[in-house]
């Protein structure tokens, strides 16, 4: 802490703010990964093309533009409703626009991950629960997406690891997270490579605890599966 000249602290409550604002933005994110999967597979044309819009568009853009648009365009976009309606003036916070946008952008990339997924599921034992008189919402929920999810981690855990990185923009629309405390930190020391150094570390510390996390996880969905050896 004393090489760190007593901003240890300072950015572990930095890296706690980054870790929630990560594991919001994935709850976000998989309920639009969720939902673009299903309206990919979906039987509705105008739902499939609404989803390869949504996840074609947001993958070609880049993130920070994306927060950006979001953050100002959807600010300014709020007001302007809200002066047509009478409203006062509504501030958007950092935290709710970090949140919304990180999770909208890797959405996009969880839809793709997840229909793989439902993809390699075999299509007999959906076929099989409808025989049995399952509904579509059923079959869904009780043996496919089970089923998925073992298929579905590789490519999880890909996206995490990327959404924890994505965290380190929303500092640059004012949110007091680990890389923002690390700016100020560095500003009032004049010792930017010092404190540069420790947030890489902090971030190499919480990717390898979710690679073994999710090493694990994957073992546990697993059991009972043969592994193919090349």
């Not at 993130?63 to 501030?91: E, S």
């Not at 890797?106 to 076929?127: H, N, W």
């Amino acid at each position: 802490m004393a090489l760190l000249h007593g901003y240890g602290p300072a950015l572990l409550q930095g890296l706690a703010s980054t870790l929630s604002v990560a594991a919001m933005s994935l709850a976000v994110a998989c309920v639009f990964g969720l939902a673009g999967a299903v309206a990919k597979l979906s039987a509705s044309r105008t739902a499939r093309a609404v989803a390869a819009t949504y996840s074609t568009l947001i993958r070609g853009l880049p993130d920070l533009v994306l927060m950006l648009l979001i953050f100002y365009g959807g600010q300014i976009l709020l007001n302007d409703l809200g002066a047509a309606r009478g409203w006062d003036y509504i501030d958007v916070p950092p935290l709710a626009a970090g949140v919304l946008t990180i999770g909208f952008i890797f959405g996009a990339y969880l839809t793709e991950t997840f229909r793989g997924a439902i993809l390699a599921v075999p299509r007999g034992q959906a076929e099989a629960a409808q025989a049995f008189g399952m509904t579509r919402t059923q079959v869904l929920r009780r043996i496919v997406l089970p089923q998925m999810v073992r298929h579905a981690i590789p490519g999880f855990a890909n996206n995490w690891l990327v959404m924890v990185k994505a965290t380190a923009l929303v500092s640059l629309i004012g949110l007091d997270d680990m890389v923002h405390r690390a700016n100020l930190a560095a500003a009032a020391t004049r010792e930017p490579f010092t404190f540069y150094v420790a947030v890489a570390l902090l971030y190499l510390a919480v990717t390898t605890v979710s690679i073994a996390a999710l090493g694990w996880l994957e073992r546990r969905f697993s059991l009972g599966v043969r592994r193919v050896e090349f």
